[in-house]
C-alpha cells in the first residue's frame, strides 16, 4: 500500500476499499488460496511489482516456498514458458532480498 499511496492516495484508497475491503472479504476462499491464484494471474499479466507483493502477501498468508513455486508452474502450460520465467524471477528476486534482511 504504501507503494501505492506514494503514486497517488486517492488510488490506493480506492483499491484498499475495493480489492481488499471488498473481493477479498467476500470470498469463499482462504486468504493464503487468494494469494496464490493473485500471483498466477498476476503472472498472466506480467506485472512484476504487483506480483511481489502478492508474493509476500501469499507468504504473509501462511502460504510455502514450494507452493508458491506448484502455482506458479501451473502457468506453463496456460502462459507458456517466458511469462512463467518472469515469474519464477521474481520470486527468486524477492526471496534473495528476504535473505540479505536476515543476514
Not at 502455482?71 to 517466458?82: D, E, S
Request: aromatic share 6%; glycine share 8%; proline share 5%.
Amino acid at each position: 500500500m504504501a507503494r501505492l499511496e506514494g503514486l497517488d492516495p486517492e488510488l490506493a484508497a480506492h483499491i484498499q476499499a475495493f480489492a481488499y475491503d471488498t473481493v477479498y472479504d467476500s470470498s469463499a476462499l482462504d486468504l493464503k488460496t487468494q494469494e496464490l491464484i493473485a500471483c498466477a494471474l498476476l503472472v498472466s499479466l506480467g506485472s512484476p511489482p504487483e506480483l511481489r507483493t502478492h508474493l509476500r502477501g501469499a507468504l504473509n498468508a501462511g502460504a510455502t516456498e514450494a507452493e508458491l513455486r506448484g502455482a506458479l508452474m501451473l502457468c506453463v502450460p496456460y502462459l507458456g514458458f517466458p511469462r512463467t520465467v518472469a515469474g519464477f524471477e521474481a520470486l527468486k528476486n524477492y526471496l534473495d532480498a528476504q535473505e540479505k534482511k536476515k543476514g
